[in-house]
């Protein structure tokens, strides 16, 4: 019998409290989850999830967040998703209420409303100064964004879209991804992000699709990422790890394969991953050699999670 657990990216591991205690209360995954997440939505200093989220390059923040449960494999995922406080709670109502799976732009924002999903402002100083930083840096001449999209049709003209785009979006990312295991040995994972610096508007990353940026399966375990969201949807990242596990890898091997197949793109960006199996062993990984690969795990025994070192994948 595996000890209830959770385990989350980055800076989390402060937020998981949230989801151990409701493991250690005899709670469900999903709720554990849910509730560390909607934590790391409220922290007003990451401007990469939910409060302070980084703007499109329109300066609208949309966001995007999936979750799932691995008993029943029933997921709920919004992209695009503008004036909602709690992203991961909406995804939650999607899974549990909606008859659809993945809900997008101004449905997904009708559906909350109906959900009575709790409605809010994400903007704050520090997400508008971000967003102005970034602006800055882009465009060397006033007034080029605008709503005409003068901004697109200037640097597609150039040829150049995609290369200044990949360059720009390769330097800000940030996604939480927390999953958790209960006492009834249901797996749960969840995803939320305000998605990648600049996007275009409507851009859906790799969070809300269901077996880009997320996927579990109580059989063999839970995965999800952050990174270049372009990337792991093209790969398929998150079930495929699940995939590899299910062929018999254990969770560091799969993460090896699944960083290599990024590589094997030969693309702009990078990708990392965090990655439990049903047995209860974790790991993460990540495609970028200098940077530390980190994931936080807090079982129902501890008091304070440990921080746990993954690896770095080269090409
Ligand atoms: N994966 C997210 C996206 O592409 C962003 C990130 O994790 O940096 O939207």
Redesign the pocket.
Known sequence: MVKPFIIGTRNSGEFLHAGAKILKEGGTALDAVEAATRLVELNPNDT?VGLAGIPNILGVQEM?ATIMCGKTRNSGAVGALKGFKHPISVARKVLDDAPHVLLVGAGAERFAKAMECEEGDLETELSRKVYKAFIDDAFDDEGVIDESQKWVVKYAKSQNLKKWYEKLADE????VNIMAMDADGNIASAVS?S??AL?FPG?????PIIGA?NYCDNRYGAAA??????L?IRNSTARTLIHYMENGLNPEEAAILSMKDIHDLSAVGGM?CIVMDNKGNTTSATTNPDRESVHWYYDVDMTEPEKRIGINVNP
């Open positions: 990469s995007d800000h990312h940030g996604t992000t998605g990648t996007k851009r859906l990353g790799d969070s940026g990422c952050t990174g270049m969201g372009e792991a990392n």
